[in-house]
C-alpha cells in the first residue's frame, strides 16, 4: 500500500471517530498508564492489513511499541497472535477500533478471495476483482485482493479503459469507440471492451482491443469466445460467476474472471484486541 496515503486515511478515519479526545480513556487513564494487549484472531481466514496496526499506532503516540507475529498473507488459525502491543493504555485503546476495523474488512476480504482461487484451482485463469468496492476504502480492498491470491483490475476510471455497453450504445458502435479512444490517448493505455455475443467479439477484435470481457456468458460461451480470440488479446469473463458456479469456467481457457463479490459480499474476520 502507498503509505503516504495510508496514513492521510487513518488520520481521517481517526479524526471521525476520535473528534476531540476519547473521553473515557482518556479521563480514567493518566498519560504515564502503561499496559500491554494482544490482536488475536478469533477464526481461521487470511491475513491483510498489518501495515494498519504499526502505522496507525505510530500516528497516536511513538511510545506504543507494537511486535508484528504474522504477516500480510498469512494463514490464520483461531487463537493465533497477530501482534502484540505494549504501551500508553489510553492509546492502545483509543486506537483500536478504527485499526481492528480496517484488519477486519481487509482480512476478510483475503479470506474469501483465497477461497475462489482454491475453488478455480486453475493454472491458467487468473482471480481478480471489480471497481465495486466501499467508497474511501479502495486502496485497502484491492491490496486484501492481493493478499488472497487474487489480481487487480483497474483502480478506477483512470489507469484503464473500459468501454462497456452503454459507452458502445452512445458512440454507435464499438469500432468508432475504440477509434475515438486510440485518437486520443497515449501508448501506455489499455483498452478493454465489453461483448455480449459473437458478432460484438469479432467486432472488438477488428478495432484492435487489448482486453475483451465476456459479459454474463455461460461456461460453454466463454470457452468458445476465448477460443476465437487471438491469443495476444488478453480475455476476461464477469457476470452471473460467483461461488455456485465458478468451478464451471475452469476449463474455458479465459484469462481472468473478475468477481465484485470480493470487495462487496466478503464477511468480515473475527479479530480480537485482549489485554495481555
Known sequence: MN????????EEFFLEDLGELDVTSQTIFGADARGEAVIIAKEDGILAGVDVIATGYSLFDQR???????QDGDALKKGDIIAELEGPVATI??????????????????????????????????ICDTRKTSPGLRMFEKYAVRCGGGFNHRFGLYDGV???????????????????????TGHMVKIEVEIENEKQLLEAIEAGADVIMFDNRSPEEVAKFAELTPKHIVTEASGGIGMHNLADYRDTNVDYISLGMLTHSYKSLDISLNVK
Do not use: P, Y
Open 162 to 184: 473500459m468501454i462497456k455497453d452503454n459507452h458502445i450504445a452512445f458512440a454507435g458502435s464499438i469500432l468508432k469507440a475504440v477509434k475515438e479512444v486510440r485518437a486520443k
Open 64 to 70: 506504543v511499541d507494537v511486535s508484528l507475529k504474522k
Open 93 to 126: 485503546l483509543s486506537g483500536e477500533r478504527v485499526i481492528l476495523n480496517l484488519l477486519q474488512r481487509m482480512s476478510g476480504i483475503a479470506t474469501l478471495t483465497n477461497k475462489t482461487v482454491h475453488l478455480l484451482q486453475s493454472n491458467h485463469t487468473r
Open 3 to 10: 503509505v503516504i496515503k495510508l496514513k492521510k486515511k487513518l
